[in-house]
């Protein structure tokens, strides 16, 4: 028993020593939020075990933080020791699931020159080329909505036969975060999967500029052509950076000659249409045009809902339906910003130990997206006064002089004519056909009723907090 306590002692001593060098690598609001939840479980056969809150903690972790966690570890425990995560699944019966860290403790190694294009002399098979794709990103977590159903068909139809399909190049363009990137990694790795035989590339358009600048210093740029010409599947992503690169462009265009005249895939990403290239030589743009040329717009709900949906489960949060909802409508403009708001919800949470509610979520959505005024129609006021009244909106639109009709009728128009710029005329046209002075009545009379009927005024209140949601 007093060697167990001891034991006990002994690691945490230790983990409070890493705790200690990571506290000096990382921001304070870093370390914060990431470490100081970890709790430290067991040292046993040199693997160390530690809890974290939840399957995005350790995701996270292991996606921003492994290689300090790797080289602290190093440090504190000694070479060869092996991070070991527990984390709690089920809160209700304990249940817990281990992952091991992708690498055991290490010390820092010299970067790999990642700008160095492999020699083309040295025949390399398919298996052994690293084709630079991120796992992660796949068809399974690829969601289709009406904004990239046409993108998506084409990719898959291309992983199928690649080069062999009328989509060749792809050129696929849109705003930043809205899928791009994805897109490619999950069309790379699927054609890894149906043609072991490809030699598939993934690479951005700044290391394909970067890997040449190189071979030109080094006198090696028949070795980076041979290498490009040798590619069965090539995606560059953000070709855009090629722009005002001449020299660059022009050993691009010898690359894509030679490789779709041999039927080979090209895929491309940008952030504008091919036309909206200046600066791009007009002989590679029209070769850019020969295949699909493609837009990815931004999500629309539906679609945001279903990256949410899955971000959240996979992630293992737990957030009221009232704050999905309000993400979900106010955090349009990419995924990215989506996932962002999560992770920050997340941070937040834990550092202020409190859960997800819709306070915190507008302050955090607030913080990282601009929350535009819901511009509200006469029609849409129209909608939501008829929805909290239980009343068809044909109704309204009658000469029906019941009371509950007329009320309705009034409220649509009071409200209509303070949130938006309509006139009296514009509003009772709209509303049932009705002119400028019944307008103007109903409005005083609507006033005069908030002011005298305290019930009355909560109805109309609640009416207004619905148009702002």
Same mark, same amino acid.
Not at 200 to 205: A, F, H, N, R, T
């Given at each position: 028993?007093?060697?167990?306590?001891?034991?006990?002692?002994?690691?945490? /001593?230790?983990?409070?020593?890493?705790?200690?060098?990571?506290?000096?690598?990382?921001?304070?609001?870093?370390?914060?939020?990431?470490?100081?939840?970890?709790?430290?479980?067991?040292?046993?056969?040199?693997?160390?075990?530690?809890?974290?809150?939840?399957?995005?903690?350790?995701?996270?972790?292991?996606?921003?933080?492994?290689?300090?966690?790797?080289?602290?570890?190093?440090?504190?425990?000694?070479?060869?020791?092996?991070?070991?995560? %527990?984390?709690?699944?089920?809160?209700?019966?304990?249940?817990?699931?281990?992952?091991?860290?992708? *690498?055991?403790?290490?010390?820092?190694?010299?970067?790999?020159?990642?700008?160095?294009?492999?020699?083309?002399? #040295?025949?390399?098979?398919?298996?052994?080329?690293?084709?630079?794709?991120?796992?992660?990103?796949?068809?399974?977590?690829?969601?289709?909505? *009406?904004?990239?159903?046409?993108?998506?068909?084409?990719?898959?139809?291309?992983?199928?036969?690649?080069?062999?399909?009328?989509?060749?190049?792809?050129?696929?363009?849109?705003?930043?975060?809205?899928?791009?990137?994805?897109?490619?990694? @999950?069309?790379?790795?699927?054609?890894?999967?149906?043609?072991?035989?490809?030699?598939?590339?993934?690479?951005?358009?700044?290391?394909?500029?970067?890997?040449?600048?190189? @071979?030109?210093?080094?006198?090696?740029?028949?070795?980076?052509?041979?290498?490009?010409?040798?590619?069965?599947?090539?995606?560059?992503?953000?070709?855009?950076?090629?722009?005002?690169?001449?020299?660059?462009?022009?050993?691009?265009?010898?690359?894509?000659?030679?490789?779709?005249?041999?039927?080979?895939?090209? /895929?491309?990403? =940008?952030?504008?249409?091919?036309?909206?290239?200046?600066?791009?030589?007009?002989?590679?743009?029209?070769?850019?045009?020969?295949?699909?040329?493609?837009?990815?717009?931004?999500?629309?709900?539906?679609?945001?809902?279903? /990256?949410?949906?899955?971000?959240?489960?996979?992630?293992?949060?737990?957030?009221?339906?009232?704050?999905?909802?309000?993400? @979900?409508?106010?955090?349009?403009?990419?995924?990215?910003?989506?996932?962002?708001?999560?992770? =920050?919800?997340? @941070?937040?949470?834990?550092?202020?130990?409190?859960?997800?509610?819709?306070?915190?979520?507008? %302050?955090?959505?607030?913080?990282?997206? %601009?929350?535009?005024?819901?511009?509200?129609?006469?029609?849409?006021?129209?909608?939501? #006064?008829?929805?909290?009244?239980?009343?068809?909106? =044909?109704? /309204?639109?009658?000469?029906?002089?019941?009371?509950?009709?007329?009320?309705?009728?009034?409220?649509?128009?009071?409200?209509?004519?303070?949130?938006?710029?309509?006139?009296?005329?514009?509003?009772?046209?709209?509303?049932?056909?009705?002119?400028?002075?019944?307008?103007?009545?109903?409005?005083?009379?609507?006033?005069?009723?908030?002011?005298?009927?305290? =019930?009355?005024?909560?109805? #109309?209140?609640?009416?207004?907090?619905?148009?702002?949601?």
């Amino acid at each position: 028993m007093g060697d167990f306590i001891k034991m006990q002692i002994d690691y945490q /001593i230790l983990w409070n020593k890493c705790l200690a060098v990571i506290k000096d690598i990382v921001p304070e609001a870093a370390f914060n939020t990431w470490f100081m939840p970890i709790v430290p479980l067991s040292y046993e056969d040199n693997k160390f075990t530690i809890q974290v809150p939840s399957q995005f903690f350790y995701e996270y972790l292991e996606e921003k933080y492994v290689n300090v966690l790797k080289v602290t570890l190093y440090r504190v425990f000694g070479q060869g020791t092996i991070l070991n995560y %527990r984390i709690m699944v089920d809160k209700t019966t304990g249940g817990t699931v281990d992952y091991l860290a992708e *690498t055991g403790s290490a010390p820092v190694k010299a970067s790999k020159d990642i700008n160095k294009a492999p020699s083309p002399f #040295v025949q390399t098979a398919p298996q052994d080329l690293d084709p630079h794709l991120n796992p992660k990103y796949s068809f399974d977590n690829y969601f289709e909505g *009406t904004s990239n159903r046409l993108v998506r068909a084409a990719g898959e139809a291309i992983a199928q036969n690649p080069g062999k399909t009328t989509y060749n190049p792809l050129f696929i363009f849109g705003p930043s975060g809205v899928g791009k990137t994805h897109l490619c990694h @999950a069309i790379g790795s699927r054609i890894r999967e149906l043609h072991p035989e490809k030699k598939v590339l993934y690479v951005s358009s700044h290391l394909f500029r970067v890997q040449f600048t190189d @071979a030109i210093r080094k006198n090696t740029t028949n070795d980076f052509l041979n290498f490009y010409q040798n590619i069965d599947v090539l995606l560059l992503d953000d070709i855009q950076e090629l722009i005002g690169m001449d020299k660059t462009q022009n050993t691009f265009f010898h690359i894509f000659n030679h490789l779709h005249q041999l039927g080979k895939q090209l /895929i491309l990403t =940008s952030d504008k249409a091919p036309v909206d290239l200046q600066g791009m030589e007009e002989r590679l743009i029209t070769r850019l045009k020969w295949g699909l040329t493609a837009e990815l717009f931004r999500p629309d709900l539906d679609l945001r809902k279903k /990256i949410l949906k899955n971000k959240i489960s996979h992630d293992g949060i737990v957030i009221p339906d009232e704050v999905f909802n309000f993400i @979900a409508n106010n955090v349009t403009e990419n995924v990215r910003d989506l996932e962002g708001i999560l992770v =920050s919800l997340m @941070a937040n949470a834990v550092i202020n130990n409190k859960e997800i509610d819709l306070s915190l979520t507008k %302050r955090v959505v607030s913080q990282a997206v %601009r929350l535009e005024k819901k511009q509200l129609s006469v029609q849409s006021i129209q909608e939501i #006064v008829c929805k909290y009244f239980n009343l068809e909106q =044909s109704a /309204i639109q009658t000469n029906s002089r019941k009371r509950e009709i007329v009320q309705a009728r009034q409220i649509t128009m009071y409200l209509a004519k303070k949130y938006t710029d309509c006139s009296f005329s514009h509003i009772g046209k709209i509303v049932g056909k009705k002119d400028h002075a019944t307008v103007l009545h109903a409005c005083k009379a609507i006033k005069d009723q908030m002011e005298t009927n305290k =019930s009355f005024c909560s109805s #109309v209140e609640e009416i207004e907090v619905l148009l702002k949601n």
